[in-house]
């Protein structure tokens, strides 16, 4: 599979280049004077550059070069498929064109994991009604459930050298994230089982049936400078820097437990952690510092 895969980016690369070489050349490029500021095109006469009322995509192309990176790593645990490989850190960048040479952009990131695990564990009846029945099992279950939300709104200025441009100015962002973890258990609690077997905590007389953990939300702004290069027309490669505040507000972290109290089933809730919070000022690792961009 990643013979393949290296075959396939490296012809994607090799296309790439071909296309750029056969297409446009930097020798016959050509810039058009008109009302507004010069355009430059190819020797096909189209645009290479981005003009007023455009619309780009981009992706970030860091979960892709940490992907290849690992191909050395012998952890086993490098998958193009799965959940990790895109992660937290892999946004949508969005920009619209005011004019020629300036944008708002919009960079988006959404995630959730719904993981359920299931685990086999002794039924307590069944072994009570025949001791000696080795398949007399049940289920205990843990649901656990993640989101992360991030949005950030900007607006980008350009200056332009031939098919290099370089790019500043301001983004604002805000984020959401919350964790939790609900059990459920084959072996209710009953006068004659007060401590149930569970796969979780063994013979147990308080069990947690929900747990919220990490949860909150933050907010920032920051000043970005960066640099895109056009090797194709309007699509490019870009990274960026930013500097800038951001404050996270942690919240409160509690689980519920569930126990037998002599009659019933009786559920409390447990504290574990007070909010917390976090302010950070400085350079930041950008949401987006190496993107393909496409525009249209």
Known sequence: MKKILVSLISLFVLSVSGFSQEDVTVTNDVQVVNENQPTLLNKKGEAILPQS??????????????????????????????????????????????????????????????????????????????????NAKTTDQDLYKSSNYALGLGYEKHRVKGRLVGIYGADVAFSIFETTDTYSYGNPFSDINTTPTTYFYGNASRRTISSLGSNGMGFGGDLFLGVEYFFMPNICLGSELSWGASYTKYNQRTHSEEYWNGASVQEQKILDYPSDRSFHLGMNNPSINFYLLFHF
């Open 53 to 134: 009322g455009d619309i780009a995509i981009g992706i970030d192309l860091v979960p892709f070069m940490n992907y290849l990176g690992n191909f050395a790593s012998s952890s086993g645990t490098n998958s193009f498929n799965g959940n990790d490989f895109l992660g937290d850190s892999q946004s949508l960048l969005l920009k619209y064109f005011l004019a020629d040479d300036a944008a708002l952009r919009v960079i988006f990131r959404a995630q959730n994991t719904n993981t359920t695990n299931t685990y086999y564990v002794q039924n307590d009846a069944a072994i009570y009604a025949n001791p000696l029945d080795i």
